[in-house]
T-cell receptor, first 111, second 114 residues
Framework: NAGVTQTPKFQVLKTGQSMTLQCAQDMNHNSMYWYRQDPGMGLRLIYYSASEGTTDKGEVPNGYNVSRLNKREFSLRLESAAPSQTSVYFC??????????FGPGTRLTVT | GNSVTQMEGPVTLSEEAFLTINCTYTATGYPSLFWYVQYPGEGLQLLLKATKADDKGSNKGFEATYRKETTSFHLEKGSVQVSDSAVYFCALSGWETSYDKVIFGPGTSLSVIP
């Protein structure tokens, strides 16, 4: 099992450009999450999906959109990137009430 | 709402020293409690967990006991190694309205020096 995979691993964008971060899990988990991690800020939840076909906002959803494409895949889209979105992005999945499994992260820089 | 308070670092210890990282929580009902570890340049991975009061989670020499009376889940290790240098996150999973929410503490950075 690959667990949780994320692509790309690194990305540099110019202000105003758009991109989609991809996440996939092969553990048949219902719940999937997107977090961002900034120095000194810990983990902040952007969006989550409790099941296929449902998505909900977390703490910091502004500037992002998500798609739960199927049970395996949960993508995060930046429509118009801003320097404030420079961060490390983590995808996670789990069976509800159990531990989360995290991907290796995408390191995004917006110039 | 649910919350997690965790001692903030950074913490610097010499090899073979005793480690304690404090974690306390606020939650309704009976949440599950977790410790995650993040090594440099990697994602978070589960270190240990406890799902009910008085449970002790343990892994790789680390231990934590779910204490409902003190709402705590402190992480301990008797003798740390250089390879334990990482950031440690305490987390809680519990129902809040209709959503089983995961709450993370801010993380504690640990450096172990030879």
């Amino acid at each position: 099992n690959a667990g949780v995979t994320q692509t790309p691993k690194f990305q540099v964008l110019k202000t105003g450009q758009s991109m989609t971060l991809q996440c996939a899990q092969d553990m048949n988990h219902n719940s999937m999450y997107w977090y961002r991690q900034d120095p000194g800020m810990g983990l902040r939840l952007i969006y989550y999906s409790a099941s296929e076909g449902t998505t909900d906002k977390g703490e910091v959803p502004n500037g992002y959109n998500v798609s739960r494409l199927n049970k395996r895949e949960f993508s995060l889209r930046l429509e118009s990137a801003a320097p404030s979105q420079t961060s490390v992005y983590f995808c996670a999945s789990r069976v509800i009430a159990y531990e989360q499994y995290f991907g290796p992260g995408t390191r995004l820089t917006v110039t | 709402g649910n919350s997690v308070t965790q001692m903030e670092g950074p913490v610097t210890l010499s090899e073979e020293a005793f480690l304690t990282i404090n974690c306390t929580y606020t939650a309704t009902g009976y949440p599950s409690l977790f410790w995650y570890v993040q090594y440099p340049g990697e994602g978070l991975q589960l270190l240990l967990k406890a799902t009910k009061a008085d449970d002790k989670g343990s892994n790789k020499g680390f231990e934590a006991t779910y204490r409902k009376e003190t709402t705590s889940f402190h992480l301990e290790k008797g003798s740390v190694q250089v390879s334990d240098s990482a950031v440690y996150f305490c987390a809680l999973s519990g129902w809040e309205t209709s959503y089983d929410k995961v709450i993370f503490g801010p993380g504690t950075s640990l450096s172990v020096i030879p």
